[in-house]
């Protein structure tokens, strides 16, 4: 849009870098300016742009400055893709921190519940346990009164078999039964 153009007319915000890069090219001299940013009229509307400008001085045969060459590079989009980069990188970065917390939350959780499982598992291995020795113990308990069922029962028939003049030996036998009978109940 601007090839033909006059300077002033064409872009006016670029009259001053202008001037300055004519005079240095004139005195030989070559002007670079990185980045720059200035309005342009482009596709029929305003817009800013960043241009890397270099002027460099047009040499006759003698090495004389006749002019300045300007080579102008639009870097607009660039400028905007390492901008979208940046914030894409930056994004990363939280993004990466916040998916790690979560991962770590996570860990955290599965731990807490893997502690509990095997509480649960502890407590129930040690239920069966006791259920078992509960039934060992009323086996034996069971066996044991039948045994002392079977001495209370010899204990009072031979009682009754004795004459009536051995209260020695009845006491003797009454005292065992006494003592079957009380480790009977205690069973």
């Known amino acids: 849009n601007l090839l033909g153009s006059e300077v002033l007319v064409a872009w006016p915000a670029m009259v001053e870098l202008h001037r300055q890069a004519l005079l240095a090219g004139l005195a030989?001299?070559?002007?670079?300016?990185r980045r720059r940013y200035f309005l342009l009229h482009r596709r029929h509307q305003t817009e800013?742009?960043?241009?890397?400008?270099?002027?460099?001085?047009?040499?006759?045969d003698v090495g004389q400055s006749r002019g300045v060459l300007a080579i102008i590079v639009d870097q607009t989009?660039?400028?905007?893709?390492?901008a979208a980069l940046k914030h894409l990188n930056d994004t990363l970065e939280a993004r990466v921190t916040e998916r790690t917390e979560a991962l770590l939350s996570a860990l955290d959780s599965l731990s807490g519940e893997i502690v509990e499982r095997q509480a649960a598992e502890s407590a129930l291995r040690q239920s069966h346990k006791m259920e078992a020795v509960g039934q060992l113990?009323?086996?034996i308990a069971h066996d044991f009164n039948n045994l002392l069922t079977v001495i209370?029962?010899?204990l009072e028939a031979a009682e009754r078999r004795l004459p009536q003049d051995a209260a020695e030996i009845r006491r003797f036998l009454d005292y065992g039964r006494q003592g079957a009978m009380r480790a009977a109940s205690l069973t």
């Open 48 to 60: 800013e742009a960043c241009l890397d400008l270099d002027f460099i001085p047009i040499l006759d």
């Open 137 to 139: 113990t009323g086996g």
């Open 77 to 82: 989009q660039r400028v905007h893709d390492q």
């Open 152 to 154: 209370i029962g010899n």
């Open 28 to 33: 030989g001299e070559a002007l670079s300016v």
